[in-house]
């Protein structure tokens, strides 16, 4: 990368902002609002654009073109190896409406003022009674409902695909419930969408790159953003951010020294100095995904949360909350923080597959990223096939009731009056249903402080209960090293249990125990323990298995307070000029997925393209 000159007209101050915020297991205790110390500008930009993007997701990808379309140039910063972030990798269920093509051409009717009236209606709540949309900010409401369909005919006009099919409320939470909403990706092999996981999201994301890259944007792959630079602020005018430092992040495969190279081009600004510095002309976008990868920022929301919990999406990408840290290091505020708390939306949910640390879904063997993930996972098709327990080796739950509180979608409460609050009346309570997180991520016996973690949840089955599945259990299906175990008899097994999140071994005599009540319960057709309808199968037949079944971290809904413009907002509730931000470390709205962030990231790039400079 050639170094750029520090040009004269940014020295016009001579003392710039800039504090560190590294991510992962950061020391929030000093989050530099005012301590930070002025920092001498870099003595040379290595990289200048109008609008720097950081992230190339959901968000930072529809803010890179639509800055293009602007008349922007435009640099992406991205910390992983190759693009796409949480976003190539989902199931590419699209949640856009408010008016689309897709919506008039099937006779959906849906417009702005519908959109937004559903997702600021505070009398409804999920079937667990949480509320899905009384914390949603109002303001942010408005510019999401009023760009949503534009945002859709942006996706299909630079070249994203959706299934010909009406739009409906499959796969989507808390899309509101007047009118189909979810529009679909699949994932096609041969059809030049390289893809880490073969799933609907590359669909999004790979014509997204083609059409960024098109339009000229450039993309600096394996850089992290560490800080951003802002110049100081005075009584009469906040401070500008007029820049970012990121780091050089490689990735190789566990024991190997070769990096992991994107499947097109490293990027198409060649870099490898430890640290960059990068001007922007016009202004930051914060596209970074959210804080799920960082246990002491999440555990900020809730202290359940402890590291036993895996994340979907790693080990492709982990979202550590750098964007919010780096933004809050120079003043910015936090906002929403209640739409974080546990049993909201997929905030937490189920495992898919057992056996394996990256539980949430069955990833396929052709996948580069595999030696990274190492085990596909065991999928379950009867959840009589076996006995969830504890840590301690103790059932707490019926195993087939397993399931994450989804929020609502369309024909969901039903009959539907906006705002009444007697639409709880409609919604099918099914408190019990909903609460295998509490039991699964505030159980502590044997635990101990400071943080009487959880502990890891087991499958508990024997070789019928396999044979029965059609398992294979043995690697590369089953993660022998420290997610599933077998012995001969139950008090081996649970000796055979070795992971870093057990507080202490499983007592063998207490599985037994366990196993011979759950058989009792077999025989005379009641778990009297905890109303498993009519257990079907007994756990009598050597060897016998233990699978990983931990529940997993999946969303970010708190994040940094933006305006209706997507401009990141100070604890004075002043904007930060030159900072925008959007997605999953966005604050103030409560849905899942890419309707949220393709749609902030579509405003966060049409405002940041325009913002003018000029004093
Ligand atoms: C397995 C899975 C399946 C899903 N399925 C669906 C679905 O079907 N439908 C749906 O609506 N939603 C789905 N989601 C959710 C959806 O993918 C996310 O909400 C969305 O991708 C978030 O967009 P984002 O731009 O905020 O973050 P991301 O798409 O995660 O992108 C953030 C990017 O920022 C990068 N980054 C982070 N920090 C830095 C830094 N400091 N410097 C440089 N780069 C950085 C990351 O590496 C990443 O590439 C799914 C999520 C997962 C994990």
């Given amino acids: 990368m050639e170094p750029e000159k520090t040009k004269n007209d940014l020295s016009r101050r001579n003392s710039i902002t800039a504090t560190a915020a590294v991510g992962g297991t950061t020391d929030l205790a000093d989050p530099g609002v005012k301590g930070a110390e002025a920092a001498k500008l870099p003595p040379s930009w290595d990289s200048v654009a109008d609008v720097v993007i950081v992230g190339s997701g959901a968000a930072g990808l529809p803010a890179a073109i639509r800055a293009a379309d602007g008349g922007a140039s435009v640099i992406v910063v991205e ?20 008016g689309t093509s897709a919506q008039k051409k099937y006779g959906i009717e849906d417009s702005p003022d519908l959109v937004f009236s559903d997702l600021t209606d505070w009398s409804i709540v999920q079937p667990n009674g949480w509320p899905d949309y009384r914390y949603n900010d109002r303001a942010v409401m408005r510019a999401f409902a009023d760009h949503c369909a534009q945002t859709y005919e942006f996706l299909v006009a630079n070249g994203v695909r959706f299934k010909d099919i009406p739009p409906d409320n499959q796969g989507g939470h808390n899309l509101g419930n007047s009118a189909p909403r979810e529009n679909h990706l699949t994932w096609t092999r041969g059809a030049g969408l390289e893809s880490p996981n073969a799933r609907g999201g590359t669909s999004l994301i ?16 394996s850089y992290k953003m560490t800080s951003l630079i802002r110049e100081p602020s005075s009584e009469q005018e906040a401070g500008r951010v007029i820049g970012i430092t990121a780091r050089y992040t490689p990735r190789t495969m566990p024991g190997q020294t070769t990096l992991l190279k994107s499947f097109r081009s490293h990027g198409n600004i060649e870099a490898t100095q430890p640290s960059v510095h990068i001007r922007a002309q016009k202004a930051v976008i914060i596209a970074t995904g959210g804080s799920t990868s960082n246990l002491n920022f999440r555990r900020m929301f809730d202290p359940r949360l402890t590291e036993v919990l895996q994340v979907a999406g790693e080990p492709y990408t982990f979202q550590d909350g750098s964007g919010e840290l780096a ?14 708390i546990l049993e909201n939306g ?5 495992q898919r597959a057992l056996a394996t640390r990256y539980n949430y879904m069955t990833w396929g063997l052709e996948s580069p990223i595999f030696p990274l993930v190492r085990a596909t996972g065991l999928s379950v098709k009867d959840w009589q096939d076996l006995i969830l327990v504890s840590q301690v080796g103790k059932r707490f739950y019926d195993e087939t009731k397993g399931d994450y509180p989804h929020g609502n979608v369309y024909n969901e409460v039903n009959p539907y009056t906006p705002n009444d609050y007697r639409n709880n009346e409609n919604i099918k309570f099914n408190p019990t249903k909903y609460n295998f997180f509490n039991a699964a991520v505030a159980m502590n016996e044997y635990s101990e402080p400071p943080d009487y973690s959880a502990g890891p949840v087991w499958a508990i089955f024997d070789a019928e209960a396999v044979e029965r599945e ?12 420290g997610y599933f175990f077998s012995a001969n008899t139950l008090p081996e097994l649970a000796a055979a249990i070795k992971s870093r999140y057990q507080a202490a071994a499983m007592d063998g005599a207490t599985l037994r125990a366990t196993v011979a009540r759950y058989n009792s319960f077999v025989d005379s057709g009641t778990d009297l323990d905890f109303g498993k309808p ?15 079944a931990t529940p997993l971290v999946h969303d970010t809904r708190a994040g940094l307070r933006i305006n209706a413009r997507c401009q990141v907002m100070d604890m004075n509730g002043r ?39 000029e004093k």
């Fill in 534 to 548: 009519t257990p079907k199968y007994k756990i009598q037949t050597p060897p016998f298995y233990a699978a990983w």
């Fill in 346 to 350: 997929d905030n937490i949910r189920t």
């Fill in 79 to 98: 910390t992983n190896y190759d693009i796409g972030g949480h976003a190539i990798i989902s199931g590419g269920n699209t949640p856009l409406g408010g």
């Fill in 327 to 340: 933004a809050m290091a120079i003043g910015a505020s936090l906002w929403g923080l209640a739409n974080q």
């Fill in 470 to 481: 059609k398992w294979e259990v043995a690697p590369p299906y089953v993660d022998p090293d």
């Fill in 206 to 221: 790979r014509p997204l790159e083609a059409s960024a890259r098109a339009k000229g944007v450039r993309f600096l792959l």
């Fill in 575 to 613: 904007v930060i000029p030159g900072l925008y931000c959007g997605g999953e470390s966005a604050g103030g709205f409560n849905q899942h997925g890419l309707g949220r962030c393709t749609t902030q990231g579509y405003i966060a790039g049409k405002n940041a393209a325009a913002e003018t400079t």
